[in-house]
T-cell receptor, first 112, second 112 residues
Framework: DGGITQSPKYLFRKEGQNVTLSCEQNLNHDAMYWYRQDPGQGLRLIYYSQIVNDFQKGDIAEGYSVSREKKESFPLTVTSAQKNPTAFYLC???????????FGSGTRLTVV | GENVEQHPSTLSVQEGDSAVIKCTYS??????FPWYKQELGKRPQLIIDIRSNVGEKKDQRIAVTLNKTAKHFSLHITETQPEDSAVYFCAASKTSYDKVIFGPGTSLSVIP
């Protein structure tokens, strides 16, 4: 997966449950990001982290939480407070400086 | 915060013709402008980027232009091929460590 791995590829969640999406990179990138993509729409930023043990809210952080305990890992938890969680979730990483993102292959979350 | 607009939202061209996608951004401090291509069901991939100290950049059949005064930047694809069919996203960011804000995307169809 080009050095950044998201798992699982597909995820089903019952209403009221929390679920955690995994994102791991072995590119030695400092920064990591979570985006949400809805059908026919662009990429909206949920959270991002520029350094271990630090992260910032993006434009649509409500109902989501993250942690960055290791440089390689940036898991995203979709909580029951997120009203419309069904979407395609993309994780990305980038090195220091503006060199563009490397994206993972995504996780498609469906609430049933 | 930064806002990126993108036009058109859909574009159909005959194989061999050129395609042009235009974007505008709101924050005059933005200085890095990447373009991503997302094929159906796949992750976005960086295809070209431009920094604010450059007005134009080419890579084989694709080129980007930047007008910082007008806060416009464009993607030009020449001699289009069916494999160019995808959704293209423009984006902008301010600093080396800043988040990237994406435009809503353009769905390009190249008709054989």
């Amino acid at each position: 997966d080009g050095g950044i791995t998201q798992s699982p590829k597909y995820l089903f969640r019952k209403e009221g449950q929390n679920v955690t999406l995994s994102c791991e990179q072995n590119l030695n990138h400092d920064a990591m990001y979570w985006y949400r993509q809805d059908p026919g729409q662009g990429l909206r930023l949920i959270y991002y982290s520029q350094i271990v043990n630090d992260f910032q809210k993006g434009d649509i952080a409500e109902g989501y939480s993250v942690s960055r305990e290791k440089k390689e890992s940036f898991p995203l938890t979709v909580t029951s407070a997120q009203k419309n969680p069904t979407a395609f979730y993309l994780c990305a990483s980038s090195p220091q400086g503006n060199y563009g993102y490397t994206f993972g292959s995504g996780t498609r979350l469906t609430v049933v | 915060g930064e806002n990126v607009e993108q036009h058109p939202s859909t574009l159909s061209v005959q194989e061999g013709d050129s395609a042009v996608i235009k974007c505008t951004y709101s924050d005059s401090a933005s200085n890095y402008f990447p373009w991503y291509k997302q094929e159906l069901g796949k992750r976005p991939q960086l295809i070209i980027d431009i920094r604010s100290n450059v007005g134009e950049k080419k890579d084989q059949r694709i080129a980007v232009t930047l007008n910082k005064t007008a806060k416009h930047f464009s993607l030009h694809i020449t001699e289009t091929q069916p494999e160019d069919s995808a959704v293209y996203f423009c984006a902008a960011s301010k600093t080396s460590y800043d988040k990237v804000i994406f435009g809503p995307g353009t769905s390009l169809s190249v008709i054989p």
